[in-house]
């Protein structure tokens, strides 16, 4: 088995960049294993084909893809202020090993399957802060004047009680987005270590614990097939929207046997679809849609919230990339936009951010529904229910 030595680097940080050259001239290893998949290789290369806008469309993640952006442009942010471009690291590595003439190799997990996992392993109430913590970073990120210690964050003790903090924070995301690729990049570095005698392994400072405890007991190391198999997930939102379906109509049948009138009953279905139409046009302007979006997603918002495999924002979305008419090239701008601002302006960030925006328009105008419905009608719930199920259990036995 041959020797491996850690790297453990901040991905905005030039004296990473320095101490990945120095160990590279002076180590000599056989090869140098860098923490990248395929995909960010050539991104870094600059060789990376983006997907096809349709393709996106299609898949529907579009939360997931969002969520990519947003740590992307935190972390670019962070990286103006001192200087250094993401993964310059990284990039450092790729060069000085081909000026070396020393073999590469990628060691990390396709960060498809990464994100994929990461977010079908959180429950609802751990996105829910993931999202209120991502809001926060983008303020803190945007703010000027600001003098960030990069070194400070690489010293050992910050980054183990760091990742502490992201493991009680959200234990299900962290053990995604971290543990598992540690375990990943760990049997990579074994089998490396198992055909050259030096090996350099350049990874985050937030990984290096987890894959030196692995390397010492490679019989705790999960298997490869664990980490690589798409995660059996309960149906959360199948079973939410069948709730919701079944609350809906039994408040119209309750309003339909108390006896109120019918007046009332198309009220109540009236202000269904005004209710979560309204909130979806709301949030896709919000988002920086066209009208004739916003309009998309009112008329199939009321529709959407019956029915569990529809969702408002994916004809949003559909809506505005017709008239938006993104292009391949948006990513790279994506990937390049200095501001929130700048990247609400792109084409392709609108419309992910529009189908985003519009499903928790649509989602908030359920809620809102059941919770101020009786209020707008003008009718005691209590009233209606009781004496709309009492009839419509009296018909039910004299049917039987």
Known sequence: MGEIKIIGTAHVSQKSVEEVITAIEEWQPDVVAIELDQGRYLG????????????????????QLLVQWILAYIQRRIGMDVGVEPGAEMKAAINAAEEHQVKIALIDRDIRMTLHRFWASMSIFEKFKMFYALIGSIAVADKTGDVIDIEELKNENVVEAAMEEFYRYSPRGAT?????????MSHNLIRLASAN???LAVVGAGHRKGIEGYLRSPDTLPTLESLTSQMKTRPWGLIFGVIITGIFLLLILAIVFSGVGTEILLQAILYWILINGCLTFIFTIIAGGHPISGLVGFLISPLSSLHPLIAAGWFAAIAEAKIRKPRGSDF???MEAQSITEMRKIPLFKVVLVAAL????SSIGTFA????????????????LGQGFSNLWTAITNLI
């Open 197 to 199: 005698e030096r090996v």
């Open 358 to 361: 519009a499903n928790v328009g």
């Open 369 to 384: 529904y059941f919770i101020f419905i009786f209020p707008i009608l003008g009718i005691d719930p209590t009233i209606v």
């Open 44 to 63: 870094l290369k600059q060789q990376q084909n983006n997907p096809e806008i349709e393709d996106i469309l299609q898949a529907k993640n579009f939360t």
């Open 332 to 334: 790279k701008k994506i």
């Open 176 to 184: 995604a987005l971290i543990g598992e690729r540690d375990a990943y």
